[in-house]
């Protein structure tokens, strides 16, 4: 678990070199969630009043930083990716029927599965629609390249979803595509914006994808071991959705045949309650399959800081290396 000095030292780090930045793409976002329509305005001042750690816009704004850009375009851009993001956890909060998102009830939740649908797509298209306004053909097909990644992984999660097996390989080309794809797009993203000779875009790019790797392993590992209120939405709630993440799968590799046929047929069944959930979460622990992946997610991070050694020394590049410990030390 990371101790209360890292979060702090990023957040102050992360405020000094783009803190003015954070809070114009806030401001933008709130614009562009406006609308005339009474629906759109309230659940877009609930999503906006939600905030969220905001990852995806920091990386981009430090890696053009890094790159040596100065302009709004970043802001801009940086807003385009967190209206991206959000429209993707909407569509995934209707998919899992999660109840809760970012400690409050999720949009599904509170206004329906029609509704979510319809305002996640709503900003879809006001991300595209502010792409179209930037006119960079490079940014446009990096972000059209990683969406069109993410949306095939979740059709394929959903396919082993239903076969009821899951590899570690398998799991792994998901998050790369689904999670990873996407923090690498907006590192990618900062880079192009700096003009960067081709090996330092491509070192950037790789960057984003060992982070976005190491950030989601780390995130399916909260949900055996987390404090829900602190992680701000239910633990547990891979399990209950049917999906094998890493500790899941490392733990069946482990356990007795008998522990992993009962897990197996626990598995199976259309819903779990709680005392089976925390029996499943119980053979994790206890065969370790949290860290084993904490141990992956560990690497990618490594891999990460390697990542940048392309780039001299700077507070932006030290920021980077920051986030790199992060993404895996943090409890929520």
Known sequence: MPTPTLERVLKERVAGLVGSDLELVETEIRRELGSSVALIQEMGGYIAGAGGKRLRPILLLLAARLAGYRGPRSVRLACVVELLHTATLIHDDVVDQAPLRRGRP?????????????????????????????????VM????????????????????????????????????????????????IGALLGGLPAAQVDALTRYGLDIGVAFQISDDSLDFVADQDRLGKAIGADLREG??????????????????ARVKSLLKRP??????????????????????????????????????????????????????????????
């Open 271 to 332: 819903a779990l309650d709680a005392e089976e959930v925390d029996e499943i979460r119980r053979y994790v622990v206890d065969h370790e399959g949290v860290e084993y992946a904490l141990d992956r997610a560990h690497e990618y991070a490594r891999s990460a800081k390697a990542d940048l050694a392309a780039f001299a020394p700077s507070e932006e590049r030290d920021t980077l290396d920051l986030i790199a410990d992060f993404v895996v030390d943090r409890d929520r």
């Open 106 to 138: 999720s949009a599904n939740a509170q206004w329906g599965d029609d509704a979510s649908v319809l305002v996640g797509d709503h900003l879809y298209s006001k991300s595209f629609a502010m792409l179209v306004r930037d006119n960079d053909r490079a």
């Open 243 to 260: 999906k094998r993440t890493l500790p899941l799968i490392a733990m069946l590799g482990r356990a007795t045949l008998a522990e992993a």
């Open 141 to 188: 097909e990096t972000l059209a390249r990683s969406t069109v990644s993410m949306t095939e992984a979740e059709v394929f999660q959903l396919e082993l979803k239903r076969s009821g097996v899951t590899t570690e390989a398998d799991y792994v080309w998901i998050i790369t595509q689904k999670t990873a794809s996407f923090i690498s797009a907006c590192c990618r």
